[in-house]
Every structure is written in structure tokens, then in C-alpha cells.
């Protein structure tokens, strides 16, 4: 990775410290681009209060920007999802730390104070709980690179969509977590839409890509691997919501949520399909992971719903209040070393 790019690419994003190996993907991603036959492609990792995976270009040159961060973002909710008992508080804690940092990232400084004093004021008991676990959070890792190569590939026209049956039958299946308004029309809207197809493709490649790596460099059973990328798209999905909510309208929020569950439901079924097919594992060996995940996902959502003010008190970045490059600076200072 030449430098001056490296330097230009990260020139808009509120660098940190980078806690797990950025090399993790260059282990495999230039093999992959080249069994592709994509010359100009190169990966950048890093970690920002940004903690979102992009694409880039320079010149000829294209870039997939892969966030470290998130890969924390989900050690900590894994912790929380393991948890004999919803950790309600630590969570609240979560929530308000990602508003803040949400809002420092888009300009909006008096908002992120905001939900930085919401978030110092929840103190939280120091417990020594070391759940760091190479195997998972390089799986989950892998499976998001391979969903935005994947991308990649479709947008340079080396991949076909593929279009996938309904799932109105599936998704009667799942009782009471279908949302009330699900409707055969909505049904309709989703099996026509091109760009939900081409998640689902991304999801796919995604996911066969980081089971067979697990297995090859850690031996991971596909089970194991199988869960850990399901609990990805649920952390994912639930910090895109915390994201959103400082910039979105409800029914916007709403449509994520079909679509979130849309793209879950398929990417349960695939992963059941994987595991038969190729590892020759029993049919319904994810069903009781799934329903642990979905509800925590629904916790989680519950919580943001019920207990999370989303709206910064009004005029407040009207008040009369001059945002000094000290103040900048501080507050940048507080989000980049409170833990999360
Ligand atoms: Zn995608």
C-alpha cells in the first residue's frame, strides 16, 4: 500500500488507534484479487470514529476502506450478548457514546457534547472480562471484506445478479417477529428490488468466503463460523440503527428494519444450506443460535425505541455558543480514549 495514498485516503476521518492487526486482510486479499483477475484494487485498513467500510478512488487506482473499529463495536455487543442478564445500563452507555461520536463525525459538536455527558454520567462497574477472540472477530471481519468485494466485482461487471425467490412462506415461519404492517405488497416491493438482490448476492460470497477461511487457517468448525457471521449482520444492523437515528426520520428507520430482516432471514437460510451441502452438517443446527440472536437484536431495538432520547433538545445547535478549536479538540480528545 503506497503511503501517499494511504495518507490522502485517511486525510477525512477522525483517525484512532488501531487495536487489532491491520495486516488480517492483506493475509488474503491480494490472492483474492487476483484469482479475480482485478488489478487495480488495493485494501486500506485503519480505525475511525467514521466505522464504516467504503470505496475509494484515486486516479485508476480503487480502494476498499475497511474500519477497524467496527471489529471492536462488535467485541463489545458480543460481550453484551452474552450476558446472563441484558446489561440494560452498559448498553444505554454504548448507545450514547456512538451518538456522540456520530455527531462529532458529521460537525454537529454541540450535539456530540450532548450525548458524551449522557454517556459520562453512567458509570459502570469495572469488570475483567476478556472475550478478545482472534478466530471470531477475524471471521466476521473477512465476511464483510468479501461482501464489499463482492460489490466491487458487480459494479466492474464480473457478476450477474442472481435473483432469489420469494420468502413471504419463510418469513410466516417466523411468528411474532415479522413486523405487524409485513404485507404480500411489501413482499413484492423487496423481491424486485435490485439493490436488496445484490446484498443478498454480497451476503453469499460473503459468507461461503469466510466459513471456508475460517476453516483453512483456523480450522473453524462451520458451525462456530456460521454463527459468528450471523451475529456480524445482527451488530452491524444494530449499529447502523444507532447510527441513523441521529439522521434519519422514523419511517426511514422503519424500512431498515424490512430490510434488515429481509436480507437476516436469507442469510439464515444460506447459511443452513451451506453447512448441508458442503460440511454434511444436520439441517437445523442454527435454529436455536438464531432465535438467541433475534432476540437480542430485539432487545436492542426495543431499548433504542423506548429509552433512547433521539432528539437533541431544541435549537441546540442554534444556541449561542462558539465552537473554539479547543473545545473541537477536547471533545475530540474525550471520544478518542473513553472506552466504549
Ligand atoms: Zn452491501
Given at each position: 500500500m503506497n503511503e501517499l495514498h494511504k495518507k490522502i485516503l485517511s486525510l477525512s476521518r477522525v483517525i484512532r488507534k488501531d487495536l487489532f492487526d491491520s495486516g488480517w486482510i492483506n493475509e488474503y486479499s491480494n490472492d483474492i484479487f487476483n484469482r479475480w483477475g482485478v488489478s487495480n484494487l488495493d485494501c486500506l485498513v485503519l480505525s475511525s470514529l467514521e466505522r464504516d467500510i467504503s470505496f475509494s478512488s484515486i486516479g485508476d487506482q480503487n480502494f476498499i476502506i475497511f474500519d477497524n473499529y467496527i471489529l471492536e463495536l462488535f467485541d463489545v455487543l458480543y460481550k453484551f450478548y452474552n450476558r446472563k442478564i441484558f446489561p440494560k445500563k452498559e448498553i444505554l452507555r454504548f448507545i450514547y457514546k456512538l451518538l456522540s461520536e456520530k455527531h462529532f463525525t458529521r460537525g454537529e459538536y454541540l450535539a456530540s457534547s450532548h450525548y458524551i455527558t449522557l454517556f459520562s454520567k453512567i458509570c459502570i462497574p469495572q469488570v475483567d472480562e476478556n472475550l478478545y477472540c482472534k478466530e471470531r472477530l477475524y471471521c466476521q471481519q473477512s465476511f464483510i471484506f468479501f461482501h464489499e468485494f463482492m460489490h466491487y466485482l458487480i459494479s466492474i461487471k464480473k457478476w450477474k445478479i442472481t435473483y432469489y425467490p420469494p420468502i413471504s412462506n419463510v418469513l410466516n415461519g417466523l411468528g411474532e417477529n415479522?413486523?405487524?404492517?409485513?404485507?404480500p405488497a411489501l413482499e413484492n416491493k423487496f423481491t424486485n428490488n435490485k439493490q436488496l438482490l445484490e446484498e443478498l448476492d454480497c451476503d453469499v460470497l460473503g459468507m461461503r468466503a469466510a466459513i471456508e477461511l475460517a476453516k483453512i487457517t483456523f480450522d473453524t468448525d462451520p458451525f462456530i463460523s456460521s454463527k459468528y457471521i450471523l451475529l456480524a449482520h445482527n451488530f452491524m444492523f444494530i449499529i447502523s440503527i444507532i447510527d441513523n437515528i441521529a439522521t434519519l426520520s422514523k419511517p426511514k428507520l422503519i424500512e431498515l428494519d424490512f430490510n434488515f430482516i429481509y436480507r437476516n432471514v436469507y442469510i439464515g437460510i444460506f447459511l443452513d444450506s451451506i453447512l448441508v451441502s458442503l460440511y454434511e452438517k444436520n439441517h437445523n443446527l442454527l435454529d436455536d443460535e438464531k432465535i438467541k440472536i433475534n432476540n437480542f437484536t430485539q432487545n436492542m431495538i426495543s431499548l433504542i425505541g423506548s429509552d433512547i432520547d433521539v432528539s437533541v433538545p431544541t435549537g441546540y445547535e442554534a444556541m449561542n455558543v462558539t465552537i473554539t478549536k479547543e473545545l473541537k479538540e477536547s471533545l475530540k480528545d474525550l471520544l478518542l480514549h473513553s472506552q466504549v
Amino acid at each position: 500500500m503506497n503511503e501517499l495514498h494511504k495518507k490522502i485516503l485517511s486525510l477525512s476521518r477522525v483517525i484512532r488507534k488501531d487495536l487489532f492487526d491491520s495486516g488480517w486482510i492483506n493475509e488474503y486479499s491480494n490472492d483474492i484479487f487476483n484469482r479475480w483477475g482485478v488489478s487495480n484494487l488495493d485494501c486500506l485498513v485503519l480505525s475511525s470514529l467514521e466505522r464504516d467500510i467504503s470505496f475509494s478512488s484515486i486516479g485508476d487506482q480503487n480502494f476498499i476502506i475497511f474500519d477497524n473499529y467496527i471489529l471492536e463495536l462488535f467485541d463489545v455487543l458480543y460481550k453484551f450478548y452474552n450476558r446472563k442478564i441484558f446489561p440494560k445500563k452498559e448498553i444505554l452507555r454504548f448507545i450514547y457514546k456512538l451518538l456522540s461520536e456520530k455527531h462529532f463525525t458529521r460537525g454537529e459538536y454541540l450535539a456530540s457534547s450532548h450525548y458524551i455527558t449522557l454517556f459520562s454520567k453512567i458509570c459502570i462497574p469495572q469488570v475483567d472480562e476478556n472475550l478478545y477472540c482472534k478466530e471470531r472477530l477475524y471471521c466476521q471481519q473477512s465476511f464483510i471484506f468479501f461482501h464489499e468485494f463482492m460489490h466491487y466485482l458487480i459494479s466492474i461487471k464480473k457478476w450477474k445478479i442472481t435473483y432469489y425467490p420469494p420468502i413471504s412462506n419463510v418469513l410466516n415461519g417466523l411468528g411474532e417477529n415479522i413486523p405487524k404492517s409485513w404485507s404480500p405488497a411489501l413482499e413484492n416491493k423487496f423481491t424486485n428490488n435490485k439493490q436488496l438482490l445484490e446484498e443478498l448476492d454480497c451476503d453469499v460470497l460473503g459468507m461461503r468466503a469466510a466459513i471456508e477461511l475460517a476453516k483453512i487457517t483456523f480450522d473453524t468448525d462451520p458451525f462456530i463460523s456460521s454463527k459468528y457471521i450471523l451475529l456480524a449482520h445482527n451488530f452491524m444492523f444494530i449499529i447502523s440503527i444507532i447510527d441513523n437515528i441521529a439522521t434519519l426520520s422514523k419511517p426511514k428507520l422503519i424500512e431498515l428494519d424490512f430490510n434488515f430482516i429481509y436480507r437476516n432471514v436469507y442469510i439464515g437460510i444460506f447459511l443452513d444450506s451451506i453447512l448441508v451441502s458442503l460440511y454434511e452438517k444436520n439441517h437445523n443446527l442454527l435454529d436455536d443460535e438464531k432465535i438467541k440472536i433475534n432476540n437480542f437484536t430485539q432487545n436492542m431495538i426495543s431499548l433504542i425505541g423506548s429509552d433512547i432520547d433521539v432528539s437533541v433538545p431544541t435549537g441546540y445547535e442554534a444556541m449561542n455558543v462558539t465552537i473554539t478549536k479547543e473545545l473541537k479538540e477536547s471533545l475530540k480528545d474525550l471520544l478518542l480514549h473513553s472506552q466504549v
